[in-house]
């Protein structure tokens, strides 16, 4: 199921902007991919890129020859542009148009990765939810890489209001299933000449 409102919301940002009109495009994501590089993944491994809209992170994990790859947004539109760009590679990952609170996991993760998608949860319930469906769905020892906005960060992103997180907190709320093995606070430019102080946190499945 997908809440409707968010849906509608994240429709129109995709479906209107390109994909350099957003203020977290990448070109590269330079820290998701020099972490992911430090771990050490089997190619095998099982990846889910949560949030991803139209991320080039899948690009570059196909380029490193894993292959088992789901990449998860809650805008159609945005999958199908991810999918245009790949063209004839697109067919080698597993798509997922969900709503990351309705997701239901087919399959243990080794990787899970989240850049600025964890943020835009407010509610206490959203949040639990969310931590408890990634603890449930990462296989033992697997690795959490999540990017947030850190208590130095705005505010806002694309209308909506985000949780910030410091690395305490960011911590207390992921305790009970993983442990924090490195933190990395970066500052990401925006396509309009902006900073935006991201807080990047690795853990290990418990």
Excluded at 7 to 22: I, M
Excluded at 82 to 99: E, T
Excluded at 134 to 139: C, E, K, V, Y
Aim: include cysteine; aromatic fraction near 10%; glycine fraction near 4%.
């Amino acid at each position: 199921m997908i809440d409707n409102d968010l849906e509608g919301h994240w429709e129109n940002v995709h479906s209107k902007k390109k994909e350099n009109e957003v203020s977290w495009y990448q070109i590269y994501p330079k820290t998701s991919m020099d972490i992911i590089k430090s771990l050490n993944l089997i190619k095998s491994a099982h990846i889910i890129d949560v949030g991803a809209g139209e991320s080039r992170l899948v690009d570059n994990l196909l380029k490193m020859g894993f292959y088992n790859i789901d990449v998860l947004d809650i805008s159609k539109s945005a999958i199908d542009k991810a999918k245009r760009r790949l063209g004839n590679k697109s067919s080698l990952v597993n798509w997922i148009v969900s709503d990351i609170n309705s997701f239901i996991p087919e399959k243990k993760y080794d990787l899970w990765h989240d850049r600025a998608a964890f943020h835009f949860l407010k509610k206490e319930k959203e949040i639990n939810n969310y931590v408890n469906l990634a603890g449930n769905s990462i296989s033992s020892n697997g690795k959490m890489v999540i990017a947030t906005f850190s208590s130095n960060g705005p505010e806002k992103c694309s209308g909506l209001e985000v949780t910030k997180y410091n690395i305490e907190s960011i911590n207390k709320v992921f305790k009970e299933y993983f442990l924090l093995e490195k933190d990395l606070i970066t500052n990401h430019s925006t396509p309009f000449n902006t900073e935006q102080e991201f807080l990047f946190s690795s853990f290990i499945k418990k």
